[in-house]
């Protein structure tokens, strides 16, 4: 990790750029895949799979059978954990629920909305480097919950072609059945598209490595909806003397290793801290099983010295992160501070490790400083709120004139027109 001293001010806006793996070409690559997709359909991604996944295979769709060995091929002890983790996650986002009321603007004017699950929706389960059937469950239970009539699930096959069982225990689980073996920009092609095996969907839903998610910014632009750019793992840290040196280092290195282009980020106003921890870092990282993979993302990944406080959390709010973590003496102080970020965890306690699986908030979140401008998944993604309106005959009489000279201050005289005949005759 890179250590920074005390950055003047206007240097931090270097310092909030995030890596990217070099791929110049991405939008080629990518804008390549999707058209082989739309104009090949199952065909290209037949190909694709062998290209970018080494592996065969006669059929997209998950089978019955499949479903049911992985049902047999998961342990006990991950069925309660999984059970556990889709409990709170069901009961954080059942509470998401909101209760929308009619609203008589004017008398005899009534204004409303409704609440409607997007009908067909898909969900991106990333599998490239990890299995994360934990992502089944941040998706498919808000999606079940909102009511969402079709539910398509994508996700990347190993080398022998198969998903992984938890993954299929999972969608089991939810009652999910479409499940399809296809990962990679190809499979956000299929969901928006559509193909012979897999259907077109409304939204996709998702996070993914750098190919995932730049196609999902691409397939936007033409006619379906993205959840957000949810790319590559992120965490800020904010740590004062308080911190606990060996905590704060798993949580930096449990974002580092998902993947080499993930960044982590510590914050500090202390030395010794700062320290303490990459030492840490250091005594825990040898014992990680993904060893290489982490410590490619600590080499994008830096540790900075801030002169207080107040300026720790503006840096953040300016970096935006994914997650970030308060491990301070008051927490919820610097917490009412916060303006940009995915996720907060606030305290020694709150480690990252418990929004990713089972605390009961969503995991799949805004990166590379989206937290600016968007939300995490919630139970709201999944649904369209639609407006409904209804006007008597005395209500029109009350607000009509306003209409009518605001139309005719814009120069719509048909607008106008619209309510003059309804309310001149009376
Ligand atoms: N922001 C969030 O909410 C969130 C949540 C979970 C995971 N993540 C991130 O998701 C990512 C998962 O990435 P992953 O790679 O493990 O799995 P993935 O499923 O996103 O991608 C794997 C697929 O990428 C395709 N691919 C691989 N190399 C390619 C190439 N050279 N050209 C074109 N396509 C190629 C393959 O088809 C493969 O199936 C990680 O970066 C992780 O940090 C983010
Ligand atoms: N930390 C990831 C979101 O950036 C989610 C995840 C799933 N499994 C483990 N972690
Ligand atoms: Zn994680």
Redesign the pocket.
Known sequence: MELINYPEKQDWYNLVSRPSLGTADLDEVVNSILAKVKTFGDQALFELLEKYDQVSLDSLSVSSSEFSDAEGEVDEELKNAIQIAKSNIEKFHAAQRLSLQKIETSPGVVCWQKQVPIQKVGLYIPGGS?P?F??LLMLGIPAKLAGCPEIVVCTPPNKNGKIHPATLYTASLLGIKNVFKIGGAQAIAAMAYGTSSIPKVNKIFG?GNQFVTKAKELVQTKGVAIDMP?GP??VLVIADESARPDFVAADLL??AE?GPDSQVILLSTCKDVVANVLNEIEKQLRALPRMEVTQKALQNSKAILLKNLSDCIAFSNLYAP??LILACENPSDLAGAVTNAGSVFIGNYSC??A???ASGTN???P?NGFAESYSGVSLSSFTKYISFQEISKEGLDGIGNAIEIMAEAEGLQAHKNAVTIRTSKS
């Open positions: 990890a994360l934990s992502t996070p949810a793992s992120e449990s974002q998902h994914e997650h990252e490790s929004g990713d699986y995991h799949t979140l990166t």
